[in-house]
Each structure stands twice: as structure tokens, then as C-alpha cells.
């Protein structure tokens, strides 16, 4: 990977910024503990936002039609991920629940898995990246309907302002039959170890 992003900010631009952070904390960016900081800072930025360098869709670009006319149910449950909060560049850690209802192709299961991963590894809030998975998979697969159900604890809360720890949200998107069908909505929840009729 190259050492400049698309909006020109270099490496050493980069590094310098988690120094200056080090200063506004109070800490000596001098001292030894702390001079390769910056750089290993900048490093794990690369790995935790490389949602930022790809298209989600990419991965349900191949396809299988040869699956003997399934059209049930697919659902990939408890996708862990770790993404950040927009608002205060905390993590996100969380599990994120994918169903969808073929109608002449299906993906491979780990397809899934990186379309979760893809829209992540960004600043996120946990509504927009909720809709951002359904609808990657609505738009690119034109399956008969999808089922995002994300749940999340946030740092932002648990290690500051509230200090609520033990806490998790959780969101959805139903799109096509989910939204339209109680009952393909409930078989779905009841198959992630949820029930009602969630809907979001």
C-alpha cells in the first residue's frame, strides 16, 4: 500500500498528527516508550480503515446458479467485526447477522462475511452500516429480499460519558420480503436467536 491516501496526507504527515495528539494528552513523544508510536498508530490505521480502499460489492460479483432451484433462506449469523465510531474514533465491536432469499444465483458464505468486513473497516455509525450491508446485497445479488440485524457495543459509551458498560444496541434493515412478509421476518429472527417481529 502506497505511504499517501487519495487526499494527499503522507506518512510522516500522519505520524507527526499522533505526535501532536501525544503532546495535547500530556505525554512526551520523545521518551522511549512512545517513539515508535506514531508509526505503529498509522500502521493499525491502515489495517482498521482498509474498508476505505474497496468496493463491498466487489465480493458478490461471483456467483452460483447451479444449486438445484434453492430459493430458501440463507443466513450467516454471528459475523464478528470491529469497526469505529464516527463521532469519537472509538471502536465498535460488534456481530452482525445476514440473511438473504435467493432468487436464481447464490454467494459464497464467506462473501458475506466481507461485505460486513468492507463497510466496517470505516468510520461508521451503527444504523448507517446496517443499511449499508442490506443494501450492497439487495443491489448487487437482486435477491427476493435481505435481513441485516447488527449488534453492537460502543466504546464511546462504555469507556467515557456514561460509562454504561454491558450495554449493546442493536439495529435492521429488512428490505424486499423481510420488510413485506411477518412471517419470513420472524423465521429469520427466530433463526439468529431473536424473536417478535423486529423491523427497522
Known amino acids: 500500500m502506497s505511504d499517501s491516501t487519495p487526499n494527499d496526507v503522507t506518512r510522516e504527515q ?5 505526535r501532536i495528539l501525544l503532546r495535547w494528552a500530556g505525554e512526551d513523544p520523545a521518551r522511549e516508550g512512545l517513539l515508535d508510536t506514531p508509526r505503529r498508530v498509522v500502521k493499525a490505521y491502515r489495517d482498521w480503515f482498509s474498508g476505505y480502499g474497496e ?15 434453492y430459493d430458501e433462506m440463507v443466513v450467516l449469523r454471528d ?8 463521532h469519537h474514533m472509538a471502536p465498535i465491536i460488534g456481530r452482525a447477522h445476514v440473511g438473504y432469499l435467493p432468487t436464481n444465483r447464490v ?6 462475511a466481507r461485505v460486513v468486513e468492507g463497510y466496517a473497516r470505516r468510520f461508521q ?3 448507517k452500516l446496517t443499511a449499508q450491508i442490506a443494501q450492497c446485497i439487495q443491489e448487487t445479488l437482486q435477491p427476493a429480499g435481505v435481513a441485516v440485524v447488527v449488534d453492537a457495543s460502543h466504546e464511546c459509551m462504555t469507556t467515557r460519558g456514561v460509562h454504561k458498560r454491558g450495554v449493546s ?9 423481510f420488510r413485506e412478509d411477518a412471517r419470513t421476518r ?5 433463526f439468529i436467536g431473536l424473536h417478535g417481529s423486529l423491523r427497522r
Not at 55 to 69: C, I, M, Q, S
Not at 79 to 86: K, L, R, V
Not at 171 to 176: E, K, R
Not at 186 to 190: G, P, S
Open 107 to 112: 454467494v459464497g458464505i464467506s462473501k458475506l
Open 14 to 18: 500522519a505520524e507527526e498528527a499522533v
Open 169 to 177: 444496541m442493536v439495529t435492521s434493515q429488512m428490505l424486499g420480503t
Open 55 to 69: 468496493d463491498p460489492a466487489d465480493y458478490l460479483k461471483r456467483t452460483f446458479k447451479e444449486v438445484e432451484g
Open 79 to 86: 459475523i464478528e467485526f470491529e469497526s469505529h465510531c464516527e
Open 186 to 190: 420472524a423465521e429469520f429472527l427466530q
Open 125 to 127: 455509525v451503527q444504523e
